[in-house]
């Protein structure tokens, strides 16, 4: 059949997975330390085509689109002033390191709390690391945010529940501060433009599926007929 | 979107708490969802996820603002700690709500009815102003020591449940009371305001219905797409 077809219904797949991970930014708008992702595009392997009686080479052409990376953008997102003395913010690169059961972890998120052995964990329970990953007594319900550590990350993957895995390489230049929280990297005026630009391309291979359809029923029924 | 309702109604129980005396403001925290491949038409690696949830980031215990009553039976805590009370189902509890009553049995209790622990007996006949109640938590009854009214706290102030009537019961997570720090004052014949924040209240309830509203955008694209998808064949 004509690759046509194929080629258009691949952009449209493509546009609905990147549909999706604009969906999921939007829906984190409001999740502290949250980093937004970027999808990238890539068309298949393009092929020559070539005149089926002389053999002369038409052209390339090709042979659809895929999702070939998603990038996730760890730039720091503005600070919120939030006065609780347990909600801590990184401005600069870097991470804090959280002990969790699977391993550490890693995270932007500040918003801490101290456990009934006084320790200082994050929302979801997990101790919280100095830069000599040991756990961080609070004094008085505070903590210095000077002993919270600041890691460097190669390769951060994203992994939900605001956590992050990657392999540390060091310190990070940026420094902890407290009282604050940082804002979520999503950008709604952004995801709503890309979404629309989404689904237009989405509409635009839905036409070109139709139009192929339309030529290939001109090719089944009318040629050849008659009158 | 469900995350987002969640916060709205935290937000609502803030506000209609604006002026309860000792209420302390509910504080929602979000978290993102599980991350994995995405569907076909994406190379390896592609990871999309699946959104957010609410997480429960406890109260902000933050001190509100001392209001003069003069009334001698309304005491206002300065700095961390509760009032250890038992409430009338026999739990033990901790209160930062200081209006207190005596019953007709002369016993010292709370507005709901809870006792203060250890209980304190006024004898009969001592009139309100004679009452005096110390910084330390001592109260006096025409100059006679009756009792103290006992000053706690706890490791974890976030793992307190709230147990509704302004108390709030230990659990495992927030650690058994211990003895709040010796800066934590009484104050006699002023009640602690609500430290809701109306301000930051307001800004986080059209931060929230914004979210809200931008999470059904997406719904509605999402549809879009697939009515278009569904037309491909007309």
Do not use: C, W
Not at chain 1, 190 to 203: G, N, P, Y
């Amino acid at each position: 059949m004509d690759r046509g077809l194929y080629i258009a219904a691949s952009g449209m797949l493509a546009e609905m997975a990147r549909q999706d991970l604009l969906a999921n930014d939007l829906a984190n708008a409001s999740t502290a330390g949250y980093k937004s992702d970027r999808a990238t595009q890539r068309s298949f392997a393009e092929v020559l085509l070539t005149n089926t009686q002389t053999g002369a080479v038409v052209g390339p052409v090709g042979t659809g689109a895929a999702i070939t990376r998603q990038a996730t953008d760890l730039s720091s997102a503005p600070i919120k002033e939030t006065g609780e003395p347990l909600d801590f913010a990184i401005t600069g690169d870097g991470f804090f390191a959280v002990q969790t059961a699977q391993g550490t972890r890693y995270t932007r998120n500040g918003q801490f709390a101290v456990d009934a052995q006084g320790r200082l964990v994050s929302n979801a329970g997990d101790p919280v690391l100095d830069a000599n990953g040991r756990t961080i007594t609070a004094t008085n319900g505070t903590v210095d945010p000077r002993r919270i550590g600041v890691v460097a990350l190669t390769n951060p993957v994203k992994q939900g529940d605001s956590l992050v895995t990657g392999t540390p390489a060091g310190a990070a230049n940026g420094t902890v501060r407290s009282g604050a929280l940082e804002g979520s990297g999503a950008d709604p005026a952004r995801s709503m433009v890309d979404m629309i630009d989404s689904m237009r391309a989405f509409e635009a291979g839905q036409k070109v599926i139709q139009a192929i359809d339309e030529t290939l029923g001109k090719a089944a029924t009318q040629v050849g007929s008659t009158s | 979107m469900a995350a987002q309702q969640q916060r709205l109604d935290a937000v609502a129980n803030d506000l209609a708490n604006a002026n309860t005396t000792g209420y302390k403001h509910q504080r929602v925290g979000f978290r993102d969802l599980v991350y994995d491949q995405t569907g076909r038409s994406s190379a390896q690696g592609v990871r999309t996820g699946s959104g957010a949830a609410a997480v429960d980031a406890g109260r902000s215990f933050a001190q509100g603002s001392l209001q003069r009553t003069d009334r001698p039976l309304d005491v206002a805590l300065q700095g961390e700690g509760f009032l250890r009370i038992r409430l009338p189902d026999g739990r033990d509890a901790l209160t930062r709500d200081g209006g207190l009553h005596i019953d007709g049995a002369g016993n010292l209790t709370t507005s709901t009815g809870s006792f203060v622990q250890p209980a304190i007996k006024v004898p009969a006949g001592t009139a309100e102003d004679e009452i005096a109640i110390g910084a330390d938590g001592t109260v006096t009854a025409a100059g006679r020591r009756i009792g103290r009214l006992e000053i706690v706290t706890v490791r974890s102030q976030a793992g307190l449940q709230s147990a509704g009537d302004n108390a709030f019961v230990t659990t495992a997570t927030s650690g058994p009371a211990i003895a709040a720090p010796r800066a934590t004052v009484l104050t006699q014949g002023a009640l602690e305001a609500s430290n809701t924040d109306m301000a930051d209240a307001m800004v986080e309830m059209i931060e929230s219905q914004r979210s809200y509203q931008l999470a059904s955008k997406a719904i509605t694209m999402a549809d879009e797409m697939m009515g278009i998808a569904n037309q491909v064949k007309r």
